[in-house]
């Protein structure tokens, strides 16, 4: 593709941070998506917002009343795009679909300027619903009430409501698939989380800038409470942030024309999609996914690139098992940050906008990185429950593979990689063998209840619960002295619940 015209580059990134002393005065969603797309516009040298041919939003969750929000953020910034619209749901590979869309619109020709922009308000709402409940402990977790119907599923009864609830059976199961003590896994997971850290505290755009130690991200303590086995507070998203970010994408000949710097272009790679069943019971295992190995190797393969041609990655991190798995198929060693943004513990989780952070910060690094070594970016994005993955390329130079429009949604691959889905018996007593379980905490740190996924003889999967009385039961699950991963039991009735007994 040798048309500049159709060469998609961005030129302009904005983030923004919102802490006011009082949470209730915070800005909402839509304020937050105006400022960072005007220090998107500050940062392209101005003259854009108005001009905007295309404006896509990713969908928020903290301030649901407000509906789509396509015709008000345009009006707000001076914009009048003929194409304008907004995610379907806010899913974490949202921002990353939304530019490999816009990135297509430009390849063929449809649109010239197109912003990409997202934000949480989830502070603002919590400081709200507090100021409305006057003083009463009226926590409100907008994550989990999302994830909760009003009719629970048979996953949430047995605990499985919210992401929180379901990654720890990804983490458990693979560090048993990887061979790893308990000990070894959770110091891969410190080892990944300090490294956040350390880049967050580095990054004006990220929320909590303090560098922390491995030893304290596994240490659970007042202020880093258990939450389901494996994962401390410090190892999982934090969602309670007022965070924006947005991004401009055009076409190299109008990035030219404009007059911007050779060296604050960068060009955008193609991508690549697959997505797991939404059902968490509908996956062929938990040590790995097959829509995300496609969405990394197809991406490598698209680009004509592999993984030690990156310096710089962004491997999407609500949980610790996520950026495992995605850096054992990239082939990235653990001693590199996965990161350029901070994380969604330290940089910030806004929930299905993380993605928008880490261009920003992918685009303001690649700037930065000069003529010496690499200076190309991996993104892989995920969301859902270890559902849904995109990832993308974007450099500092041009991506000589690279053509556009593209058809990302790789599927079929994916779909044709995966292994058989295990049939599921609801009610199942008997023989059977751990594939997956996590222990709930409650907020004192003490357990309150725990689920194992087992395997029948059969191969059918089933869903039961754990005895917390039973202290044995919880050191074999949790004092890493042997791997329950595989190992053989009973579900037995125990008065109106299905118990997991050795």
């Known amino acids: 593709m040798n048309d500049p015209e159709r060469i998609p580059v961005i030129i302009g990134v904005g983030q923004i941070n919102d802490r006011p002393e009082s949470p209730e005065l915070g800005l909402d969603p839509p304020g937050l998506m105006a400022a960072a797309l005007r220090l998107a516009e500050t940062d392209a040298g101005g003259d854009i917002l108005a001009k905007l041919d295309s404006l ?47 990135a297509n619109r430009i390849g063929a020709g449809e649109v010239v300027l197109a912003a990409v922009v997202g934000a949480e308000a989830l502070r603002t709402a919590a400081g709200l619903a507090a100021r409305a409940a006057k003083g009463e402990d009226k926590s409100y977790n907008a994550v989990r009430a999302a994830s909760t119907r009003r009719d629970p599923s048979y996953a949430q009864i047995h605990g499985l409501s919210a992401p929180v609830d379901v990654y720890p059976i990804y983490e458990n199961a693979g560090r048993a698939a990887y061979g790893q003590t308990l000990a070894e896994a959770q110091a891969e997971s410190g080892a990944i989380w300090s490294r956040f850290s350390e880049i967050a505290a580095a990054n004006d755009g990220a929320w909590i800038r303090k560098a922390v ?102 491997l999407y991190s609500c949980f610790p098992c996520v950026p495992k798995m995605a850096r054992r198929t990239l082939g990235w060693p653990l001693d590199k940050p996965m990161t350029v943004f901070g ?15 880490a261009v920003v910060s992918m685009v303001e690094r690649l700037r930065a990185a000069g003529n010496g070594g690499s200076r190309n970016g991996f993104l892989f994005a995920n969301g859902g429950y270890a559902t849904d993955n995109h990832c993308i390329v974007l450099s500092a130079e041009p991506v000589a593979a690279a053509h556009f429009p593209q058809d990302f949604d790789y599927q079929a691959e994916a779909d044709a990689a995966r292994g058989p889905i295990p049939e599921l018996d609801k009610d199942y007593c008997g023989h059977a063998v751990i594939e997956s379980y996590t222990v709930f905490h409650n907020r004192d740190g003490q357990p309150s209840s725990g689920v194992v996924v087992a395997r029948t003889p059969e191969g059918k999967r089933t869903l039961c619960h754990i005895d917390v009385a039973d202290a044995a039961m919880l050191a074999f699950l949790m004092d890493g002295t042997t791997e329950p991963v595989g190992t053989a039991g009973q579900i037995v009735m125990q008065g109106e619940q299905r118990i997991w007994q050795r």
């Open 343 to 357: 994380g969604l513990t330290f940089g910030g989780g806004p929930i299905a906008n993380y993605m928008s952070h």
């Open 213 to 314: 130690s491995a030893e304290e991200i596994l240490t659970p303590g007042p202020t880093n409470r258990p939450l389901a086995f494996p994962y401390t507070k410090l190892t999982v998203a934090n969602s309670s942030v007022n965070q924006g970010a947005g991004f401009i994408v055009t076409s190299l000949a109008e990035a030219r024309r404009r007059g911007i710097p050779e060296d604050r272009i960068i060009y955008v790679g193609m991508g690549a999609a697959a997505k797991e069943d939404p059902s968490i019971l509908r996956r062929d295992r938990y040590d790995r996914s097959s829509s995300m190995d496609t969405a990394i190797r197809r991406t490598l393969a698209l680009n004509a690139m592999q993984g030690s041609d990156f310096d710089l990655v962004e």
């Open 56 to 102: 896509a939003i990713v969908d928020q969750i903290s301030f649901r009343h407000l509906g789509n929000l396509c015709e008000g953020l345009a009006a707000a910034i001076g914009a009048n795009p003929k194409v304008n619209y907004q995610s379907e749901a806010p899913h974490g590979d949202t921002p990353i679909r939304l530019l490999n869309e816009a």
